[in-house]
């Protein structure tokens, strides 16, 4: 059984920086793309990043581009995004996920259960 467990989000000020991290389990993480988006209230879930199974292929979405980065180790079966230079407007319930497609599309297999970031402003 696939599973895919976020952590790190929280309440912070405009300025701070987070560091979200997903473990995945259950799947040969190496081999799969792996997905950042994002969904706020009363909003569109968003595409956040997305990085490449063996971390060379990275792309990040304009709206955090210079802020925000995604990172992997396939050591640890861990996908990472570190968030600098937080906003109001990136408060939103943040997700994982995994993909057999490098995409910046909805379109992946599976997904975490997300986590809270809130950015006051």
């Known amino acids: 059984q696939v599973q895919l467990v976020e952590s790190g989000g929280g309440l912070v000020q405009a300025g701070a920086s987070l560091r979200l991290s997903c473990v995945a389990s259950g799947l040969t993480f190496s081999r799969y793309v792996m997905g950042w988006f994002r969904q706020a209230p009363g909003k569109e879930r968003e595409f956040v990043a997305t990085i490449g199974g063996i971390g060379i292929s990275i792309f990040h979405a304009s709206s955090v581009k210079g802020r925000f980065t995604i990172s992997r180790d396939n050591a640890k079966n861990t996908v990472y995004l570190q968030m600098n230079s937080l906003k109001s407007d990136d408060t939103a319930v943040y997700y994982c996920?995994?993909?057999?497609?490098?995409?910046?599309?909805?379109?992946?297999?599976?997904w975490g259960q997300g986590t809270q970031v809130t950015v006051s402003s």
């Open positions: 996920a995994a993909g057999s497609r490098y995409s910046t599309r909805s379109d992946y297999d599976y």
